[in-house]
């Protein structure tokens, strides 16, 4: 699970003698988290949380049906999300650069606006004030506030890319969106990329939101079958089969953001 | 205005449900992070190996999904507790995980020579930890630390949504009574910047003391 013990700021490598000592902390705190678990285990068992009828309804199909469904509208919100929240950010990121006041200020202030403000509370708004279907309300909330972030986050890429890039760029005689497509951004690109993606996951995540507006999405359908009398209110086994999905879908996220870093580490003048 | 004034008392206790909730989640989460990111930094591999897990988990599951856990989850064992108490362990819980990995990586950026120093000149690990590598280490997570608090003052909404007892909630009381809905949000929107823009503002100031003569 974790890497071998290194030699950090609080301890040396330890000696075998340390190895003994820790090995017999880890022992004592295993048997901590064993009880926890037997204790978790025993509460679950004594509920009846794993007698066969609490785990009857995934057998039907019309539930497989509802959570896969669930699950697609999850991904449906996420894919428009990141399809409309890619290009907002680099609208407003290119709109902080600008070179007009103006422009710079509107930017600014709609990035920061979008940011502070709760992302639930910009969904419910949309949803109750203005009256849109759950779908395009989460879509739009999850636009505003991941997109400005990403703005920030081009902003950044493109302002740590070297000024003598830049003035490289214009000597030649580039104007500012030339610059700006053939040397900025391409280098920018590959500094982004991790944080792009690290910012999806928080989107996917807050795809969730979309349960509260009654939108009918992953967690949506977990809540239908939890709360149902007619299956003995099944809600560990529900819990056990939707968090291990959102769980893997994010791992698997930031398991690209990880490739991508470590691809994009390797140098292309080796 | 007049959707403020006419309901100032539950607007203002929503405001303040908000300060509190947010305070003390922060409080739980400041204490589970420091302490799991202890586990993450020990030598003992079984208590990494515990950090990681609790890190990983939580980080990757929406918040949505624990408040769903905690407030719906709980009472099938017998626990039964105030609302409250099951949106501070949810939000306390989730943020913990991400100030946990702040703290780690502020902790790594303390430089070896540091530890190896104050090892030559006897201290030990309490020592070194309490009085040479936290202080360093502190500083360098005060900036992440500020942003993750108000994460976790925005993210005190998603409570609202399942209860009255916040902020955002106080929008379906206003509304039965059939006030003007879009003020009513645009007054729930200035309360969630004044309380961010505080948590901003405290943090700067912390910033500035933290930061290092040059």
Redesign the interface.
Same mark, same amino acid.
Do not use: W
């Given at each position: 699970?974790?890497s071998?013990?290194e030699?950090?700021?609080?301890? @040396?490598l330890?000696g075998p003698r340390?190895r003994g000592r820790?090995r017999l902390?880890?022992?004592g705190?295993?048997l901590g988290?064993a009880g926890l678990l037997a204790w978790l285990g025993y509460?679950l068992v004594s509920?009846g949380q794993f007698s066969a009828a609490k785990w009857i309804p995934f057998q039907y199909v019309g539930i497989q049906e509802l959570l896969w469904h669930g699950l697609l509208n999850t991904l449906r919100a996420f894919g428009l999300t990141v399809l409309l929240a890619l290009p907002f950010g680099a609208l407003f990121a290119a709109g902080r650069l600008s070179d007009h006041r103006v422009v710079r200020w509107a930017s600014t202030l709609v990035v920061e606006f979008f940011r502070?403000?709760?992302?639930?509370?910009m969904i419910?708004?949309i949803f109750?004030?203005m009256r849109v279907q759950p779908l395009w309300a989460l879509v739009a909330g999850l636009t505003l506030y991941n997109g400005s972030v990403l703005a920030e986050v081009f902003r950044a890429g493109v302002l740590a890319v070297p000024r003598g890039q830049r003035e490289a760029a214009y000597a030649l005689g580039l104007r500012k969106t030339q610059v700006m497509a053939y040397v900025l951004v391409p280098q920018a690109n590959r500094a982004m990329l991790p944080s792009i993606v690290s910012q999806l996951?928080v989107a996917l995540? @807050?795809?969730?939101?979309g349960?509260?507006i009654t939108y009918e999405e992953f967690?949506h359908a977990?809540?239908l079958i939890?709360?149902n009398l007619d299956y003995d209110?099944p809600?560990?086994p529900v819990?056990m089969v939707?968090?291990p999905v959102?769980?893997g879908m994010?791992?698997l996220l930031?398991w690209l953001a990880g490739a991508i870093e470590r691809h994009g580490r390797r140098s292309p003048r080796q | 205005m007049h959707v403020l004034t006419a309901n100032w008392s539950t607007y203002w206790q929503g405001f303040v449900g908000t300060v509190e909730l947010t305070a003390v989640s922060a409080a739980l989460a400041l204490v589970l992070g420091v302490l799991i990111a202890g586990f993450?930094?020990s030598?003992?591999?079984? /208590?990494?190996? $515990?950090?990681?897990?609790w890190v990983?988990?939580l980080? +990757?599951?929406?918040?949505?999904?624990l408040f =769903?856990?905690v407030v /719906?989850?709980l009472p099938? =064992?017998g626990i039964s507790l105030p609302f409250f108490t099951f949106a501070v362990l949810a939000l306390g819980c989730y943020t913990s995980a991400f100030i946990c990995e702040a703290l780690r990586s502020g902790?790594?950026t303390?430089?070896?020579g540091?530890?190896?120093a104050a090892?030559s000149l006897g201290m030990t $690990?309490g020592q070194? /930890?309490a009085l040479?590598?936290l202080p360093q280490a502190a500083r360098a997570v005060v900036a992440p630390v500020g942003s993750l608090l108000?994460a976790l003052?925005?993210?005190?909404?998603?409570a609202?949504?399942f209860s009255v007892v916040e902020l955002?909630g106080t %929008?379906r009381t206003i +509304?039965e009574l059939g006030y003007d809905?879009?003020w009513? =949000?645009v007054w729930?929107?200035v309360g %969630?910047?004044v309380l961010? /823009?505080a948590i901003s503002a405290l943090f700067n100031l912390l910033e500035r003391k933290a930061a290092v003569a040059r």
């Open positions: 699970m974790s071998t013990a030699a950090s700021a609080l301890y @040396d330890p340390a820790h902390y880890g022992f705190a295993l988290i509460e509920t502070a403000m709760p992302l639930l509370v419910f708004f109750v004030a996951v995540k @807050d795809t969730s939101l349960f509260l967690l977990g809540k939890a709360t209110l809600f560990i819990v939707i968090a959102y769980i994010c791992l930031s | 993450r930094v030598p003992v591999p079984a /208590l990494r190996a $515990f950090g990681t897990v990983t988990i980080r +990757n599951t929406p918040l949505t999904l =769903f856990i /719906l989850g099938r =064992f902790i790594n303390v430089p070896l540091q530890g190896e090892r $690990f070194t /930890l040479v590598v108000i003052a925005k993210n005190s909404a998603i609202g949504s955002l %929008y +509304n809905i879009v009513t =949000f729930i929107a %969630y910047l961010t /823009l």
